[in-house]
């Protein structure tokens, strides 16, 4: 079964630190690794995604790193902010076929004040 | 555009009603999913669509049904609703991207 872990399940961070949330997966044919942030009663959005091309992708305060060999990416959100508190989650696709995403579990993040 | 949206936001079904959750985008994508999330569990695949008229299971099909009679539908029926369909409903859409844009969401509980 095609599975992606995610950890920690929940992550308390002050304000200005750096949050990491980590995957792992299965699957080598995965080529497409998004993360999706959600807010309390709204629906998942994309955040940033990486293909296995590259080994670091960032955008503003948030970067994903990748490691191919090891079946792992992370991200990490620089200047934790409190409007960063949300839901992140972790997923994995392949690029051919009918494009699904497996999802991880979620990370709860709180940046408290 | 409105994006992805979902009716009803909120539903309560005793055991054994059915109903039918509506997704409808405006965004002229082939690509058509609907999850359902519970908390610690991530996003599980309920049934996907890639274009009118074709549908699959996805990881967590049973006591549901799809249909995609348009691009721009794609409803979810539950005929005999359970305890264990209790939780909240996404519906995705994607175009030529990879990025899935999803709705707001549907809370069902059953009781």
């Known amino acids: 079964q095609q599975q992606v872990k995610q950890s920690p399940q929940s992550l308390i961070v002050q304000k200005g630190g750096i949050s990491i949330i980590n995957c792992a997966y299965e699957?080598?044919?995965?080529?497409?690794f998004p993360w999706y942030q959600q807010f309390p009663g709204k629906g998942p959005a994309l955040l940033i995604a990486?293909?296995?091309?590259?080994s670091e992708k960032k955008e503003g305060r948030f970067t994903i790193s990748f490691n191919k060999s090891a079946k792992q990416f992370s991200l990490h959100i620089m200047d934790s902010q409190p409007g960063d508190s949300a839901t992140y989650f972790c997923?994995?696709?392949?690029?051919?076929?009918?494009?699904?995403?497996?999802f991880g579990k979620g990370t709860m993040l709180l940046v408290s004040p | 555009n409105a994006g992805v949206t979902q009716t009803p936001k909120f539903r309560i079904l005793k055991i054994g009603q059915s109903m039918t959750l509506q997704c409808t985008q405006d965004?002229?994508?082939?690509?058509m999913y609907w999850y359902r999330q519970d908390p610690g569990m991530g996003l599980k695949l309920i049934y996907y669509?890639?274009?009118?008229?074709?549908?699959d299971k996805g990881e967590v099909p049973n006591g549901y049904n799809v249909s995609r009679s348009t691009t721009e539908d794609f409803p979810l029926r539950l005929e005999l609703a359970a305890p264990s369909q209790t939780s909240v409903y996404f519906c995705?859409?994607?175009?030529?991207?990879?990025?899935?844009?999803f709705g707001p969401g549907t809370r069902l509980t059953v009781t």
């Open positions: 995705a859409s994607k175009g030529q991207h990879y990025e899935q844009y």
């Open positions: 699957n080598t044919a995965f080529d497409y």
């Open positions: 990486i293909r296995p091309d590259v």
């Open positions: 997923a994995a696709g392949v690029e051919s076929g009918y494009s699904t995403l497996t």
């Open positions: 965004m002229n994508h082939n690509y």
């Open positions: 669509s890639v274009g009118a008229g074709i549908t």
